[in-house]
C-alpha cells in the first residue's frame, strides 16, 4: 500500500484522508515527519552521550599524530648492534635525529626520533657494555613495533558517518582525534498525555475503574528512542481540557493515549481540529491499534495519538511514535534492530490488515505467545518481539519481520 505514501504529499486538509493507510506506508511518513531544519547543537564531548551525529566525524590530526614507539625497549636506527644514548619518554618531543647504528632507550607511546627503523622490545634486546645487540641476531625487522603516523586515519578523514550513536567508543575516538564539541541532534522533547476518567494512577483496580498501564510503559521506551520526556500526565475526559493541553503544549511531540475512537468521550479529534492540527495519518491497516493517528501541530510540532487499548498503543508506538523520534533524534534511517525470523508454527493474520504479534525467539524461531488480545498486556511482557504478520497470515516456516519489544 505505498500509494498511501501520499497522505503526507496532499496539501493541508481540515479533516485526515479517508481511510486506513497501509502499515509499513505510515512508519515511512512517520520517518519523513521527523525531519529537522534546525542547526544542531555543538556540545561538550561529556554532554554528547546518547545522542546522535549531527555532522559525519571528521579526523582533526593524523591518527597517530607522530611515529610512535608500540613496546617499551629502544628505538633503534639500521641494523644491529647499536650503541645507547639516552632516553625518550611518552609525553615529551623526540629531540635529534638518531644517526645510522644508535639507539634510545624508550617507552610506550613515545614520540620516534627521525632516523629511528624499528623498536627493539626491551625482551627482545640485550644490552651488552656499550653497545645493544639483539638476543636473536637479524630477528628484528624495519618498522617493527612502530605505529607510524597516519596508521590509523589522515586528518580530515571521514571516521563515522552522521547519524551514529554517541556512545563511549564514539567519544573515545572523538577526543583522540582531536575533538572538544560534537554537533549532534537535539534529543526530541516529548509529552505524554494519558486521557480517561476511568484510569487510576496507583492500588487496585475498582468497579469501572483500571489501572493506568500505559503511563508506566511508554516513557521508558520513548526515551530509549532518544526522547526526552518527564512524568506523564493525566487528562480527564474534557474536550477544554484535551484541546488546551494540546495547545500550549511546547514539546516537539505530543503522545495521546486513548480518546482515538469514536465513544461519547472521544475528544481527540475534535480538540485537533480546533487548534488548527493537519493530519497526517488518520488511522492505519494494522491490528491491534487501527484508530492510531499522526498529526502537524500548528509550529511544525507532532502529534501521536495511541489507541487506548494497551497491546494497541504499543502497535500505535512502534508503527508511528518509534520512526518519528528517531527522525526526530538523528538516528541513521531504518529500524535499530530491524530483523527478521523464521515462524516456527503459523502465525495468524488479519485478513486485509497487518497484524503485530507479540513472539519469543526459540532456536528453531519464533513462536506466538498467548494473551495477545488489545487489551492485553500479558504476552507482551514474555516476547521479545512483535512479528509483523502480513494480511491473511504466515505460514509455518515462512520469515517475518520482527520489531524488538520494549
Ligand atoms: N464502535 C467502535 N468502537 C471501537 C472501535 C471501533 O472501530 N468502533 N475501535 C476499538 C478499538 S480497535 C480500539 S483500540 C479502541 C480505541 O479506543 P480509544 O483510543 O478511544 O481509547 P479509549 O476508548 O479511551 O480506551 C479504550 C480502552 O483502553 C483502556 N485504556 C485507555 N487508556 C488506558 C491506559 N492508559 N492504561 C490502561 N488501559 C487504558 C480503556 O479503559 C478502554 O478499555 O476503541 C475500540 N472501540
Ligand atoms: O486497536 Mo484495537 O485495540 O485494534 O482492538
Redesign the pocket.
Known amino acids: 500500500m505505498l500509494e498511501d505514501l501520499a497522505v503526507l504529499d496532499q496539501p493541508p486538509a481540515p479533516t485526515g484522508p479517508a481511510g486506513p493507510a497501509g502499515w509499513a506506508a505510515v512508519r515511512e511518513a512517520a520517518r519523513r515527519a521527523g525531519r529537522r531544519a534546525s542547526a544542531p547543537p555543538r556540545l561538550p564531548l561529556a554532554e554528547a552521550p546518547g545522542r546522535t551525529l549531527a555532522e559525519p566525524l571528521t579526523a582533526l590530526t593524523d591518527l597517530p599524530a607522530f611515529d610512535t614507539s608500540a613496546m617499551d625497549g629502544w628505538a633503534v636506527a639500521g641494523p644491529g648492534p647499536w650503541r645507547v644514548a639516552g632516553r625518550l619518554l611518552a609525553g615529551r618531543p623526540a629531540d635529534g635525529p638518531l644517526a645510522d647504528g644508535a639507539a634510545v632507550e624508550i617507552a610506550t607511546g613515545a614520540q620516534l626520533p627521525p632516523g629511528a627503523t624499528a623498536v627493539l622490545r626491551r625482551e627482545h634486546g640485550e644490552p651488552d657494555g656499550p653497545l645493544l645487540r639483539e638476543r636473536v641476531p637479524g630477528a628484528l625487522t624495519t618498522g617493527q613495533d612502530v605505529r607510524p603516523r597516519g596508521q590509523e586515519c589522515r586528518r580530515g578523514e571521514v571516521l563515522l558517518p552522521a547519524g551514529t550513536e554517541v556512545g563511549p567508543a564514539v567519544l573515545g575516538l572523538a577526543a583522540a582525534s582531536g575533538h572538544d564539541r560534537l554537533a549532534v541532534h537535539r534529543r526530541p522533547v516529548v509529552e505524554l498525555l494519558?486521557?480517561?476518567d476511568?484510569?487510576l494512577g496507583s492500588g487496585l483496580p475498582r468497579p469501572g475503574l483500571?489501572?493506568?498501564?500505559?503511563?508506566p510503559?511508554l516513557p521508558p521506551w520513548l526515551r530509549a528512542a532518544g526522547a526526552e520526556t518527564g512524568e506523564p500526565r493525566a487528562v480527564r475526559?474534557d474536550f477544554g481540557l484535551l484541546r488546551d493541553a494540546l495547545r500550549h503544549s511546547t514539546a516537539d511531540v505530543v503522545v495521546t493515549?486513548?480518546?482515538?475512537?469514536?465513544?461519547p468521550?472521544?475528544f481527540?479529534h475534535r480538540a485537533l481540529a480546533e487548534v488548527g492540527a493537519r493530519l497526517l495519518v488518520d488511522g492505519v491497516a494494522v491490528?491491534?491499534?487501527?484508530?492510531?493517528l499522526l498529526a502537524e501541530l500548528p509550529g511544525g510540532r507532532h502529534l501521536v495519538?495511541?489507541?487506548?487499548?494497551?497491546l494497541?498503543?504499543v502497535a500505535g508506538t512502534v508503527t508511528l511514535a518509534l520512526p518519528l523520534l528517531r527522525a526526530l533524534a538523528g538516528c541513521g534511517a531504518g529500524d535499530p534492530a530491524r530483523a527478521v525470523a523464521v515462524a516456527v508454527d503459523a502465525l495468524p493474520g488479519h485478513p486485509v490488515d497487518t497484524r503485530l504479534l507479540p513472539v519469543r525467539r526459540t532456536a528453531r524461531g519464533v513462536v506466538q505467545l498467548p494473551y495477545d488480545g488489545?487489551?492485553m498486556l500479558r504476552g507482551l511482557a514474555l516476547a521479545e518481539a512483535l512479528a509483523v504478520v502480513p494480511p491473511g497470515g504466515a505460514p509455518a516456516g515462512a520469515t517475518v519481520e520482527l520489531l524488538e519489544a520494549p
Open positions: 494519558v486521557l480517561g476511568e484510569l483500571v489501572r493506568d498501564a500505559l503511563g510503559l475526559d493515549t486513548g480518546g482515538t475512537a469514536a465513544g468521550v472521544d481527540l491490528r491491534p491499534g487501527h484508530p492510531m495519538g495511541l489507541p487506548g487499548n494497551p494497541a498503543a488489545p487489551a
